[in-house]
Structure formats: structure tokens, C-alpha cells
């Protein structure tokens, strides 16, 4: 009998904590291969806490992950060629233009010149970066931070993409540019993670979904396995024990 592939993430019992006070508090996750797995949950839950621990930014005080079978702290060059990360906040060498930036990754991960100038080349000009080539990044809006950010997590063809809030400040063009070019990744066989706030997003998108609330999974599953019958917005809303405005503010009614 062949043995079932290993998925592509496997978080086990995730801890951490800053000053005292857990921000995760025993994440655990099962992403399986070829899914598209949308990460959700309210502002502080852990989120990104957990993403970063997930890919080896940020050492778990217990718990370990890994990517295809491979430890993410155990064996961290290994795990990492396999992996291509957007993270939140991305702090870029912002003098370089962008050309200049991907050149410089691929050559740290000692690929050839040849490949890098090709997917390079390419890279920019699906994500409409083309014409910026001699702009630095400095002087790039926010969205255009975001694409090429993008662009370096996918410069060594990773298996796994694991992008925090990847259409924060992308214009409806490129975000649909995106939303194709991460369809195509998954149909070919890769997987992607996305974290979001936008639930309407990630319920086209996913066909997975996690939600974690206080440091912890409070649901996971097929996007339809989470939302039980209902939208996921509704689902969101009663995992994660929030309330929506239901009148006041008379002051502002006139």
C-alpha cells in the first residue's frame, strides 16, 4: 500500500508568548498538498504570530512545524527551499529597484544567472512592475510593495506559498492578476496559504479555511465544512464570539 503524501504544512501545538501573556496558545494545523487554505480570524488573534513560527521567522516556545515532512527548525535550509513567504509588515532593502532586488535573492539562493534574469524578467511583467525597472523600491506605493514582494516569494519556485494578507493595498487589476497567478500555482500542484480579513475573498478563493480566535483553532475544515450552511461571514462572526452593530449612535442620525 503507498503511503499517503505528507501535507504541505503540519503545525503542531504552537506556543508563545510576549511578556508574559500567550499570543498562541497550541495551534495546531493540517494543510493538506494542491489546497488553497485560507487563514482568518479577528485583529491580535495570532494570525501572523502563527504564520511566522509556521515558516521559521519566529521560534515557537513549543511545537514544531513542518513543511513536507521536513522541520522547519530542524532542518531550516532544507524546509525553507520549499517555501516562499510574504509576510506582513515586509521590510524591504528599498534602495534597490526591483529588478535589482530579485536579481540579489536569486543569487543568495545560488541559482543560475540565466534563471534569474528569465523568471526576473517575467516576473515583472505579469505583475506590472515592468515599467518601474529603474525605480527603487523606496518610491514604490503600497501596492506595488506588495507585488514585488510577491514576486521574491516566488522567484525560486517554491512548493508552498504562505502570503499574509496578499491583497492588502493591490488595486482591483492586480489583484485579480494575483488571485490568477495563485489558481494557476495551486492547479499545477503547489499549495497556498493566505491569511485575510476578507471573508468574501477567501470563500471564492479557499477551499480550505482555518479561524483562529485568542491564540487558538477555533474551527477548521473545507470552506463549506466551516461554515456549516451558512456564509462564512455568519460562521466568522459566531467562532470567534463577536457582535455587529445593532443601532445607537443617535448623535450621527440626524
Known amino acids: 500500500m503507498t503511503a499517503a503524501p505528507p501535507p504541505a504544512l503540519l503545525l503542531e501545538d504552537l506556543h508563545v508568548a510576549f511578556n508574559g501573556k500567550p499570543a498562541v496558545a497550541g495551534v495546531s494545523l493540517w494543510v493538506p498538498q494542491g489546497s488553497m487554505f485560507g487563514l482568518v480570524g479577528p485583529n491580535g488573534a495570532g494570525k501572523t504570530t502563527s504564520l511566522s513560527m509556521a515558516v521559521g521567522l519566529l521560534r515557537p516556545a513549543h511545537g514544531r512545524s513542518l513543511v513536507f515532512g521536513v522541520d522547519v527548525w ?92 496578499p491583497f492588502e493595498a493591490v488595486d482591483p487589476v492586480s489583484s485579480a492578476t494575483i488571485r490568477s497567478i495563485l489558481v494557476e500555482f495551486v492547479r499545477s500542484g503547489g499549495t497556498v496559504i493566505l491569511s485575510s480579513h476578507v471573508m468574501a475573498t477567501v470563500g471564492e478563493l479557499c477551499t480550505h479555511v482555518a479561524v483562529i480566535n485568542a491564540g487558538r483553532v477555533a474551527a477548521a475544515g473545507t470552506v463549506d465544512q466551516v461554515r456549516a450552511g451558512g456564509t462564512l461571514d455568519e460562521a466568522f462572526v459566531r467562532l470567534v464570539g463577536g457582535t455587529t452593530y445593532t443601532g445607537g449612535l443617535s448623535w450621527l442620525q440626524g
Open 74 to 165: 530542524g532542518d531550516p535550509m532544507t524546509a525553507k527551499q520549499l517555501i516562499g513567504v510574504l509576510p506582513d509588515g515586509l521590510s524591504l532593502p528599498d534602495q534597490f529597484t526591483g529588478g535589482e532586488l530579485l536579481t540579489y535573492l536569486g543569487r543568495l539562493r545560488a541559482m543560475p544567472e540565466e534563471v534569474i534574469a528569465a523568471r526576473r524578467d517575467e516576473l515583472l511583467a505579469v505583475l506590472g512592475l515592468a515599467d518601474a525597472g529603474g525605480t527603487v523600491i523606496a518610491d514604490y506605493s503600497a501596492g506595488m510593495t506588495k507585488k514585488i514582494g510577491l514576486a521574491a516569494a516566488l522567484l525560486h519556485s517554491p512548493r508552498l506559498l504562505v502570503l499574509d494578507e
